[in-house]
Every structure is written in structure tokens, then in C-alpha cells.
């Protein structure tokens, strides 16, 4: 197995950065990141230690990932006039916390697929008992296995993403299993961007689908709910599961990526309450999708 390779496509000044799933790798961000790069914009998708497959060296803790961030944003920083930030999955948590240390420093934040509820309907019966592994010292280092559909409704690549983790335990969908004391320190993270939403200012980006088996689109919602953005946008996409960036939507995603970014940096302040009203508004004609 080679060694994961950050991505970097050159573009224009405003820089895009994309931090992808955990115990993933930059592929499942691959198409999204060269669409950005053709439309102008200089796009980076790291590897970190302790979160990347195939970096795995010490166990790292939730705020040893945060600090990674961190600094590849600084880093990313010191190229670019301006700079936005993303993620699928636990990236878009960590690109959620990430915002709401630095909000004054960012032009947006885009979350795909975010999953601060494990609530979806492909996920394992055993997963609510997955926290009492804490309790369980041998339980740490118990894998889980990933299993079909793998994220994705389109049937041609979920083939492809099966034969992939059979032959190299990998996949451009992620790793064929996942720790468990990693998926311990993914909930940690997930608490800790819970509780600080209210800190994020800049234009927010949200993208789900309306079937995704990890996540419901109630993780979303409340990201829409709790964010300070003057300018919120919320996606629900109709004919994808939880891997939008690779899944039949791609396009979709890619071009809602696109037109956000396009629209500029928005005020930054503290939402009017006619501007949140348009977000609930939105939640109410939405509301059946949550169950």
C-alpha cells in the first residue's frame, strides 16, 4: 500500500480546504477538489497523522486532530489572499470546529454530510453501545467493519469501492474497518463542535442527502439551527446516500460548492431575525425528511 498523498491544485487566489472523513484519504475529495480547481480556486486536501488511513502511528486524541487543522490552515494561509474551508463527514465536523476558533479568518465553511447523529438507517444495531467502550480496555481496539452500501447509491461504484477494500483494505470511499477508539475520539470531537456552533460567523455552506444512511439530515439542520452566519445555505440532495462527493450528485455538489463560494464572503454579522426566520422557513418545509 503506498503512502496517502495530500492533494494541491493550483488556482487563484481564493484557497479552498478540504479535510476529508476519518480514517479516509484526500481520493474521496478528489473530484470535488479538481472541479474547484478548474473553476479558479487553489484547492488543498491534506493527510494528517492519526486521522489519515495509512498514518497511523500513536493513538491521537479529538484535539490533537483540531490542532492538525489548524495548522494546515496556517500553512494554507500564508498562499492565499483568502481562504475557505470544508470537509465530508467527520471533515466537515472538523472543518465546523476549525471555524469556530478562526470565523474572523475564514471567507466560509462548507460541511458535506455532516454526522453529529449516528441516526441513519444503515447503521449497525450495536452502534448507540459503541460509547461504553471507554469502560472496556481491549474493547479499543476492536475494528469495525465498513459494509455495503458503503455510502453510496450508485451501484457501479459501490461494486468498485467493495472490490477495492477486498484487494487493498482500502478505498477512495475510506478504510475497510475503523477503530474503535478512534470512533471514540470522533464523538469527542463531535461534543466539543456541538457546543461551540454559536461561535461560527462566516457564510455557511451545508449539503446533505435526504437518504444518507450514516446521517440524517437532522445533523445538518442543527448545524443551520445554532451557526451566526448571515448567510446560510442548506442542500438536500434527493438521490444520493451518505458519500455526496463521489455518489450520484457529485455534479450537484460540486456546482452548489461552486455558486457559494462565487457569491463572495456576505456581511459578517450576527444574523437579523428575518434572516434566521428564511432558515427556519426552510427547516418547516423540510421537516419530513427528519424523522
Known amino acids: 500500500m503506498s503512502a496517502p498523498q495530500t492533494l494541491n491544485f493550483k488556482?487563484?487566489?481564493?484557497?479552498?480546504?478540504?479535510?476529508?472523513?476519518?480514517?479516509?484519504?484526500?481520493?474521496?475529495?478528489q473530484y470535488l477538489a479538481r472541479g474547484l480547481s478548474r473553476a479558479g480556486y487553489t484547492v488543498r486536501v491534506p493527510v494528517m497523522d492519526g486521522y489519515t488511513y495509512g498514518l497511523f502511528g500513536k493513538p491521537m486524541k479529538a484535539q490533537e486532530?483540531?490542532?492538525s487543522a489548524l495548522r494546515e490552515l496556517k500553512r494554507f494561509q500564508a498562499e492565499c489572499e483568502t481562504v475557505s474551508i470544508g470537509g465530508l463527514c467527520l471533515g466537515a465536523i472538523l472543518a465546523l470546529r476549525v471555524a469556530a476558533l478562526r470565523s474572523d479568518q475564514l471567507a466560509s465553511v462548507m460541511a458535506l454530510s455532516t454526522a453529529f447523529h449516528y441516526d441513519g438507517w444503515g447503521n449497525p444495531w450495536y452502534t448507540?453501545?459503541?460509547?461504553?467502550?471507554?469502560y472496556t480496555p481491549f474493547a479499543k481496539r476492536i475494528r469495525i467493519q465498513e459494509r455495503s452500501p458503503f455510502g453510496l447509491k450508485d451501484e457501479r461504484m459501490r461494486a468498485w469501492i467493495a472490490k477495492q477494500m477486498k484487494e487493498a483494505d482500502e478505498s477512495d470511499a475510506?478504510?475497510?474497518s475503523l477503530r474503535v477508539r478512534d470512533i471514540l475520539q470522533a464523538r469527542d470531537l463531535i461534543?466539543?463542535?456541538?457546543?461551540?456552533?454559536?461561535d461560527i460567523s462566516c457564510p455557511?455552506?451545508?449539503i446533505h442527502a435526504k437518504e444518507d444512511e450514516c446521517a440524517t439530515p437532522r445533523s445538518s439542520m442543527e448545524v443551520a439551527e445554532n451557526v451566526q452566519a448571515s448567510r446560510i445555505r442548506l442542500v438536500l440532495l434527493q438521490d444520493s446516500y451518505h458519500m455526496i462527493s463521489i455518489d450520484r450528485e457529485k455534479?450537484?455538489?460540486?456546482?452548489?460548492?461552486q455558486q457559494f463560494l462565487s457569491a463572495g464572503e456576505g456581511a459578517r454579522k450576527s444574523p437579523?431575525?428575518?434572516?434566521?426566520l428564511n432558515v427556519l422557513n426552510l427547516f418547516e418545509a423540510r421537516k419530513g425528511v427528519v424523522k
Open 11 to 29: 488556482g487563484g487566489s481564493h484557497g479552498v480546504l478540504l479535510f476529508h472523513g476519518l480514517s479516509s484519504s484526500p481520493l474521496e475529495l
Open 65 to 67: 486532530w483540531v490542532m
Open 128 to 134: 448507540p453501545l459503541l460509547p461504553l467502550a471507554r
Open 174 to 176: 475510506g478504510a475497510a
Open 191 to 198: 461534543a466539543m463542535t456541538r457546543k461551540s456552533l454559536a
Open 204 to 206: 455557511t455552506l451545508l
Open 251 to 257: 455534479d450537484t455538489v460540486l456546482s452548489e460548492m
Open 272 to 276: 437579523t431575525p428575518s434572516e434566521r
